[in-house]
């Protein structure tokens, strides 16, 4: 049996695994919107910890995180600490959003805004909001899969299969079993993932040069840029420090991540989560030696894709044995594939529950509306694995475009949980001047003082919803829309 041959039938089992478990999760509640949106509001801390941890650790840890260590050195270090902030914004936003949830129906983070404002139009373009950002990001994960495939069966497996088979897996079990098969399958591939990038991080560093404190010594002695900021591509202090707060607030507005409060069963097991959170961040530190070990061993010929440097230190340098590689790729597979169905479920949900409901069915029952959203989760799964076969850039890169673009909704959150005296005129005006500002400076000007071009569009956002408060005349309020979540 060839290694191609071994590679692949470890992986293909692995699937197997993951797609019995999820659809086994399968339960009675699934057939209810509030059981498959929401797993019956039911979630303890385990399964909640492991799904809250996948919603972050995605095709991006694996790839993009040891491919920024690879390429810039030190600033990588971004990624930990924003992690460490993340709790902060799960222990004072998430007992809230679950109260509200639970005593008002709230399933998307469309539903109280539109409530709170009681503007319809509003809520619906948090979800049209949500669902153009989800679906790129759905797109990475199958892009990711795709590589991964690709590049551990030398090609045997092509990047559009490999994409597939991930995207059919995903779709398969979603679509049956909702956040209860997200939350099992999470538990699975979660334990898989933190034991794979563990020993990889160590198995390569210690082959390549006899262990971690020995691979830093060298890399001290030849490329000492790489381990000081501002690393080897000019990152300054000022990008790095707001490109750590963008991520933290903005992580919270990713309406995957926002809609798991309200499947909590407790404030106080959101509040258990955030405490033991940071232990998911572990998970990162193997990934960046792996890309830290690439600087010595690129310095001479560097990689024209730094997101493959995984690939490459596992497949071409460490010169592991085709069961090691097999495993290998079920680990990064699980990290794509858990992140995956969490942006596939809350898509198909965000979209029919805040941008079909209030228009095209208005009136539909809670069974056509079940039945909507899975047919969402594959259309849109279909439509990610679409544009995945246009091969995206930079992960990295990509999620902190999308970072400082979803933190505009920020402003408006807040007011709908802690500040009942914003208006809707004003919130919806700082949104839209934000996120213009964001992308002028993003795409077409240079952001000042070299910061993330996300804080000076919160900045503005916020300034902006101060000047409203101040100076517009508050308009009438209309009837209150709750009654519509029940």
Same mark, same amino acid.
């Given at each position: 049996?060839?290694?191609?041959?071994?590679?692949?039938?470890?992986?293909?089992?692995?699937?197997?695994?993951?797609?019995?478990?999820?659809?086994?999760?399968?339960?009675?509640?699934?057939?209810?919107?509030?059981?498959?949106?929401?797993?019956?509001?039911?979630?303890?801390?385990?399964?909640?910890?492991?799904?809250?941890?996948?919603?972050?650790?995605?095709?991006?840890?694996?790839?993009?995180?040891?491919?920024?260590?690879?390429?810039?050195?030190?600033?990588?270090?971004?990624?930990?600490?924003?992690?460490?902030?993340?709790?902060?914004?799960?222990?004072?936003?998430?007992?809230?959003?679950?109260?509200?949830?639970?005593?008002?129906?709230?399933?998307?983070?469309?539903?109280?805004?539109?409530?709170?404002?009681?503007?319809?139009?509003?809520?619906?373009?948090?979800?049209?909001?949500?669902?153009?950002?989800?679906?790129?990001?759905?797109?990475?994960?199958?892009?990711?899969?795709?590589?991964?495939?690709?590049?551990?069966?030398?090609?045997?497996?092509?990047?559009?299969?490999?994409?597939?088979?991930?995207?059919?897996?995903?779709?398969?079990?979603?679509?049956?079993?909702?956040?209860?098969?997200?939350?099992?399958?999470?538990?699975?591939?979660?334990?898989?993932?933190?034991?794979?990038?563990?020993?990889?991080?160590?198995?390569?560093?210690?082959?390549?040069?006899?262990?971690?404190?020995?691979?830093?010594?060298?890399?001290?002695?030849?490329?000492?840029?790489?381990?000081?900021?501002?690393?080897?591509?000019?990152?300054?202090?000022?990008?790095?420090?707001?490109?750590?707060?963008?991520?933290?607030?903005?992580?919270?507005?990713?309406?995957?991540?926002?809609?798991?409060?309200?499947?909590?069963?407790?404030?106080?097991?959101?509040?258990?989560?955030? &405490?033991?959170?940071? =232990?998911? #961040? $572990?998970? *990162?530190?193997?990934? %960046?030696?792996?890309?830290?070990? @690439?600087? /010595?061993?690129?310095?001479?010929?560097?990689?024209?894709?730094?997101?493959?440097?995984?690939?490459?230190?596992?497949?071409?340098?460490?010169?592991?044995?085709?069961?090691?590689?097999?495993?290998?790729?079920?680990?990064?597979?699980?990290?794509?594939?858990?992140?995956?169905?969490?942006?596939?479920?809350?898509?198909?949900?965000?979209?029919?529950?805040?941008?079909?409901?209030?228009?095209?069915?208005?009136?539909?029952?809670?069974?056509?509306?079940?039945?909507?959203?899975?047919?969402?989760?594959?259309?849109?799964?279909?439509?990610?694995?679409?544009?995945?076969?246009?091969?995206?850039?930079?992960? &990295?890169?990509?999620? =902190?475009? #999308? $970072?400082? *673009?979803?933190?505009? %909704?920020?402003?408006?959150?807040? @007011?709908? /949980?802690?500040?009942?005296?914003?208006?809707?005129?004003?919130?919806?005006?700082?949104?839209?001047?934000?996120?213009?500002?964001?992308?002028?400076?993003?795409?077409?000007?240079?952001?000042?003082?070299?910061?993330?071009?996300?804080?000076?569009?919160?900045?503005?956002?916020?300034?902006?919803?101060?000047?409203?408060?101040?100076?517009?005349?508050?308009?009438?309020?209309?009837?209150?829309?709750?009654?519509?979540?029940?």
């Amino acid at each position: 049996m060839s290694d191609s041959m071994i590679v692949v039938g470890i992986t293909l089992a692995y699937l197997a695994m993951v797609l019995v478990v999820g659809l086994r999760a399968r339960g009675q509640s699934n057939s209810s919107l509030e059981g498959y949106v929401a797993g019956g509001r039911h979630v303890g801390v385990m399964i909640l910890f492991f799904i809250l941890g996948a919603e972050i650790f995605s095709a991006f840890a694996f790839l993009g995180t040891p491919g920024w260590a690879y390429q810039r050195g030190a600033p990588a270090f971004y990624i930990l600490a924003y992690l460490s902030l993340v709790p902060i914004t799960i222990w004072v936003l998430g007992p809230r959003v679950a109260r509200l949830g639970r005593e008002r129906g709230y399933l998307t983070q469309g539903d109280m805004i539109a409530d709170h404002y009681r503007s319809k139009p509003l809520g619906m373009l948090a979800g049209v909001i949500g669902v153009v950002a989800l679906v790129p990001y759905l797109t990475i994960q199958i892009a990711g899969a795709g590589l991964l495939f690709q590049a551990a069966t030398d090609g045997l497996v092509p990047f559009w299969l490999g994409g597939l088979l991930a995207f059919v897996v995903v779709a398969a079990y979603v679509f049956c079993s909702g956040l209860s098969g997200i939350g099992w399958t999470n538990l699975v591939q979660g334990i898989m993932m933190i034991f794979i990038a563990w020993f990889l991080g160590l198995a390569v560093s210690d082959r390549l040069y006899g262990g971690v404190g020995e691979m830093f010594a060298q890399i001290q002695q030849t490329a000492p840029e790489y381990l000081t900021m501002p690393g080897a591509t000019d990152m300054s202090w000022g990008y790095f420090s707001t490109a750590v707060l963008v991520s933290a607030f903005g992580g919270a507005m990713w309406p995957h991540l926002f809609m798991k409060f309200y499947s909590a069963d407790s404030g106080r097991t959101l509040r258990k989560v955030s &405490v033991f959170y940071p =232990l998911y #961040a $572990y998970l *990162l530190v193997p990934l %960046l030696l792996i890309g830290f070990a @690439g600087i /010595l061993t690129f310095a001479d010929a560097p990689l024209a894709r730094p997101d493959t440097v995984l690939l490459k230190m596992v497949l071409d340098v460490a010169n592991f044995s085709p069961w090691v590689i097999g495993l290998m790729l079920s680990g990064a597979l699980a990290a794509a594939m858990s992140t995956g169905a969490n942006l596939a479920h809350t898509a198909a949900i965000v979209l029919v529950r805040d941008v079909l409901t209030p228009t095209v069915m208005k009136g539909a029952s809670e069974k056509a509306t079940v039945g909507a959203t899975r047919w969402s989760v594959l259309g849109l799964s279909l439509a990610a694995y679409g544009l995945a076969l246009l091969n995206p850039g930079s992960l &990295v890169m990509i999620l =902190l475009t #999308a $970072y400082g *673009l979803i933190v505009q %909704l920020f402003p408006m959150v807040l @007011g709908a /949980l802690f500040l009942p005296r914003l208006r809707r005129a004003s919130v919806m005006l700082g949104a839209l001047v934000g996120s213009v500002a964001y992308l002028l400076m993003d795409f077409v000007w240079s952001s000042p003082l070299g910061w993330h071009a996300g804080v000076w569009a919160i900045l503005l956002n916020v300034l902006v919803v101060i000047a409203c408060q101040a100076f517009m005349q508050p308009a009438a309020r209309g009837p209150s829309l709750a009654g519509r979540h029940h």
